[in-house]
């Protein structure tokens, strides 16, 4: 695709229930980053992948929340048991290598 | 990475250049300086990055100082589109390290 694609756009889901959002990165691009950004927030850094290297997870808020990427392209971050304060705005991005980052228009999550 | 400063609002009139500031005093040789913008309900947009020189592209300039401990993103001639946040971001390149956002700059520009 021309851009960074992310499912679905808004997603409304009740406290304790599993959620998954995805990411499809501009095709080639070998890293691939989630970031959330709460209401009237900065962003706020998840997970990065880069190639075949172990993602760096070191962003993760807590063991509820995981995220992987499938043969270098499309990537998945789930959370479980949601909570309210994990209401946000799921931003994904990609670069090829280190390069500048390409955001797609992001997931918002609302857990009522 | 070293982190920034950056003022948390600035207001612009239209057509007039915008100056929005960044310190990164802790900067090391190695780091770059990027910027941002997000736009209200977008993803953040890439705008320009430079490493010691003084870098100009379509969209805006961007004055390092010799020292490096701060930098200038210019917007020649602001318009009404041009509201949005603004994200000064150091990094270091080819290491394949993540970007680390701060809460920006909230730009307004004024009719």
């Known amino acids: 695709g021309a851009g960074v694609s992310q499912s679905p756009s808004n997603k409304v889901t009740e406290k304790g229930k599993d959620v998954e959002l995805r990411c499809d990165p501009i095709s080639g691009h070998t890293a691939l980053y989630w970031y959330r950004q709460s209401l009237g927030q900065g962003l706020e850094f998840l997970i990065y992948?880069?190639?075949?290297?172990?993602?760096?997870k070191s962003g993760l808020p807590s063991d509820r929340f995981s995220a992987e990427r499938t043969g270098g392209s499309v990537s998945t971050l789930t959370i479980q048991r949601t909570q309210q304060e994990d209401s946000a705005v799921y931003l994904c991005?990609?670069?090829?290598?280190?390069?500048?980052?390409?955001f797609g228009e992001g997931s918002r999550l609302t857990v009522l | 990475d070293a982190k920034t400063t950056q003022p948390p609002s600035m207001d612009c009139a239209e057509g007039r250049a915008a100056n929005l500031p960044c310190n990164h005093s802790?900067?090391?040789?190695?780091?770059?300086v990027y910027w941002y913008r997000q736009i209200h309900s977008q993803g953040p947009q890439y705008i320009i990055h430079g490493l010691k020189n003084n870098e100009t592209n379509e969209m805006a300039s961007l004055i390092i100082t010799e020292d490096r401990k701060s930098s200038t993103l210019i917007l020649p001639h602001a318009t009404l589109r041009d509201t949005a946040v603004y994200y000064c971001i150091v990094r270091v390149v080819y290491t394949g390290n993540q970007f680390y956002f701060g809460t920006g700059t909230s730009l307004t520009v004024i009719p």
């Open positions: 991005a990609s670069s090829y290598y280190t390069g500048e980052l390409f």
């Open positions: 992948f880069q190639g075949n290297s172990a993602p760096d």
């Open positions: 802790t900067i090391s040789g190695n780091e770059y």
